[in-house]
């Protein structure tokens, strides 16, 4: 039996303040705002991967992301991310002590790109996903789709294809490219934007941004090129978890884990 | 006690989790000493070949090559299983312990992305120890730009613009290219079967 790399499926929890945001309903979940209990029920559905994204503003608020990854990390046994406010190698020490097996830099990284480097020549370059906000520019080419920073607040000048292509040359080790376009429409991943950053790097991106349905998925595998593809709120609207999104892409033709 | 060495190559808090949750009494260490003492040594590696140098310099290599001989089980994980082989390419200068022939190889250019990473599935050879009760098929979770041969001690098959081997195995000595920590189910099975593995 010949061995194939599969498509990742990776489970996005929105964390504010320690608590779950727009958490998944799964049945019997005793506290749908715990990130340790929704990671591990992700984990047990299937998911590939589990992304933290830390949405806190506030400074108080971040002392309790720590604590918040180390008992999410506790009994994780798959691949397991921090993003979202990790500003100094410093600051992603802490969080891979605190249990994270690689972190995702965004605004930190604009401001300062030697950062993937710094991280990377630590901890290893897999370790480092550089995540990239990016919005298209009405009627020019893709590749002319800019990078936006502060959570999408501010335009940045970067293209979005030439920043990727940057970051990896710094080290960084996979690229999370989400769509501000696609973002929140349930429409469908960018799968236009995804093909031309995944085919400008060698290293895996993952897409983000747009997921609807399966069928969404297989798109963004087939057109977009995409390694892997987050989903954070699709299992709100009519995909029971990950496993059945798996078998539904696996009749579609995409190499998923199952079972898993 | 296992004796999960430390070498300044990367994250070793998953690995440690890990072994914990089986139960076993870990201790992190890099002082060949404790090594010595230690009843299995696994030897983690999220790095570059060339971070093993430090190995050689601290007398760790010479500690692990005693115990290797005295029949305490070893592990080796992605640059730890690389590193029981002769060398690498992705560090030329820098020997490593041989107890396997080969070198290991940079992906070939086509292979598809490099790095190799996420989840793929393991061909398995039936006799396998530390494989054992595991599903043929079953998948792992792989983060790597190089690659071992395939060759006699070979137990888990994951192609990747070619074979290469995933698990390693000669009677004491034990190495997987995949992250067991991060491998589900399947991983902790792998670590137990290292933990429980008695040699007769």
């Not at chain 1, 499926?9 to 705002?33: E, H, P, T, Y």
């Not at chain 1, 994270?100 to 030697?114: R, Y």
Request: net charge neutral; hydrophobic share 45%; proline share 5%.
């Amino acid at each position: 039996m010949a061995s194939v790399l599969t498509k990742r499926i990776i489970a996005c929890l929105d964390v504010r303040d320690g608590r779950v945001v727009k958490g998944v309903q799964f049945v019997d979940l005793i506290d749908a705002g715990d990130p340790a209990e929704l990671a591990a029920r992700h984990a047990a559905a299937g998911a590939d991967e589990i992304v933290l994204l830390d949405i806190t503003a506030t400074h108080e608020g971040r002392s309790t992301l720590l604590a918040t990854v180390e008992k999410t990390a506790q009994r994780l046994f798959v691949p397991f991310t921090v993003g979202g406010g990790i500003r100094t190698a410093d600051e992603a020490a802490a969080v891979f002590d605190a249990g994270a097996d690689k972190i995702s830099i965004n605004s930190a990284a604009i401001a300062g790109p030697e950062l993937i480097g710094a991280i990377g020549s630590k901890f290893g370059a897999q370790a480092v996903i550089v995540a990239i906000d990016a919005r298209r520019v009405p009627g020019a080419p893709v590749e002319h789709a800019e990078v936006f920073a502060a959570g999408g607040r501010k335009p940045t000048g970067r293209r979005a294809v030439e920043w990727a292509r940057e970051a990896e040359s710094r080290g960084a080790g996979e690229i999370l490219l989400t769509s501000m376009d696609a973002d929140g429409t349930r429409a469908g991943f960018d799968c236009e934007l995804t093909a031309a950053v995944s085919q400008a790097v060698q290293i895996p991106v993952i897409a983000s941004g747009g997921a609807g349905t399966a069928r969404h998925f297989t798109q963004v595998f087939r057109e977009g090129c995409a390694d892997a593809a987050l989903a954070a709120s699709i299992f709100h609207f009519g995909i029971a978890d990950v496993r059945a999104l798996k078998q539904e892409l696996r009749c579609d033709g995409i190499p998923v884990r199952l079972p898993c | 006690m296992i004796a999960v060495i430390d070498y300044r190559a990367g994250n070793l808090t998953s690995v440690v989790k890990a072994l914990r949750h089986l139960g076993a009494d870990v201790t992190v260490t890099e002082d060949p000493a404790t090594i010595a003492s230690a009843g299995r040594i696994i030897l983690p590696g999220v790095g570059h070949f060339a971070a093993t140098r430090r190995l050689d310099e601290t007398g760790i290599t010479a500690a692990v090559r005693d115990a290797i001989r005295r029949g305490i089980p070893f592990l080796g994980i992605c640059v730890g299983m690389q590193w029981l082989f002769t060398g690498s390419a992705e560090a030329p200068g820098q020997p490593g312990l041989g107890s396997f022939p080969g070198q290991c190889a940079r992906f070939p250019e086509g292979s598809g992305k490099i790095p190799h990473v996420g989840w793929n599935s393991l061909t398995l050879r039936p006799e396998s120890r530390l494989l054992a009760v595991v599903p043929e098929g079953s998948f792992a979770y792989f983060t790597h730009s190089y690659r071992a041969p395939v060759l006699s001690a070979t137990v888990a098959v994951t192609n990747y613009g070619g074979p290469f081997s995933a698990a390693v195995e000669q009677n004491n000595v034990f190495g997987v290219q995949f992250h067991p920590e991060k491998s589900g189910e399947t991983g902790l099975r792998v670590l137990r079967n290292f933990l429980e593995w008695l040699p007769c």
